[in-house]
């Protein structure tokens, strides 16, 4: 029998290193804990760096529906486009300053919108979104795409020295006037994934965007993470939990801290702290 915490009304959780562990799968742990969740009446949302089309498949994998947050923040929105709740795209302006840098200094990068990603050449980058992330790439010509196009975030990889060198060198140049998080996937260790935003974007922003669309305040949601962009996150939400496979920096803001992701963090939080299981 299920026995709801009544505090909590909404389950907020990361994808990467939360949800998904080492080998890029969901554990039957985790899978049963949120099917739990629903059942006892209790929405959940997904909050990711990720794009939309790269969280089609988790969606469908768990049978939710309703609103997520989207790249870091910039969207909250449904899967199909149908309800966007919040939405902050990139100014043109500067958008285009970082295509003409990034060409002047032979630095790949990749463009999202709402339901499009966008590359200039095939690189590991976009092979691993297409494999891992499974979606699929539109190659584009960058020079005249923002001037059309809505981008919602611009993402960079860091594979290696000269990568993380570069991903700096953009991050110096335009750390005024727009958003940086170096985020990671356990499937990819040592590989930082670089979303790039419109500056004031945030996890936190976005829950309480969506938490007020949905009637339920802040004090009403748990959130569950493990990078330093769910600071924010964790921080907005009435409860904040962080995975134990975190860094310190998120555990010293968390209210609790859980177990890895490889011994079921999430599920173990969810019974622990949403759900009395007997």
């Known amino acids: 029998m299920l026995f709801p915490h009544s505090r909590y009304k909404l389950l907020v959780t990361d994808i990467d290193g939360t949800l998904i562990n080492n080998d890029g799968s969901i554990s039957a742990d985790n899978r049963k804990a949120l099917a739990r969740v629903s059942e006892a009446d209790i929405k959940i949302c997904l909050s990711t760096g ?9 969606i469908g994998q ?8 989207f790249f870091d923040g910039a969207l909250v929105g449904t899967l199909d486009h149908a309800s966007e709740i919040y939405s902050k795209p990139l100014d043109r302006n500067v958008l285009r300053e970082v295509i003409e840098f990034s060409r002047a200094n032979e630095i790949d990068i990749d463009l999202y919108s709402a339901s499009h990603y966008f590359i200039e050449r095939e690189t590991w980058s976009s092979d691993i979104h297409s494999r891992f992330f499974d979606i699929a790439p539109t190659k584009a010509d960058f020079a005249t795409l923002w001037e059309y196009e809505t981008i919602i975030k611009i993402g960079m990889v860091t594979t290696n020295p000269q990568e993380a060198f570069r991903a700096t060198a953009i991050h110096n140049k335009f750390n005024s006037s727009l958003n940086f998080s170096y985020v990671r996937t356990p499937s990819y260790p040592g590989i930082d994934f670089v979303n790039i935003v419109a500056p004031g974007v945030s996890k936190g922003k976005a829950l309480l965007k969506l938490s007020a669309h949905l009637g339920i305040k802040p004090e009403a949601v748990i959130a ?6 769910d600071i924010p996150l964790l921080s907005s939400a009435g409860l904040g939990i962080a995975m134990g496979n975190a860094p310190r920096a998120v555990k010293e803001i968390a209210n609790e801290v859980t177990l890895d992701v490889n011994h079921n963090g999430l599920a173990a939080a969810i019974d622990k702290f949403l759900l009395q299981v007997s």
């Open 50 to 58: 990720r794009a939309t089309e790269a969280c089609r498949k988790i």
């Open 62 to 69: 768990l049978g939710l529906d309703g609103h997520h947050i």
């Open 224 to 229: 569950i993470g493990d990078g330093e962009n």
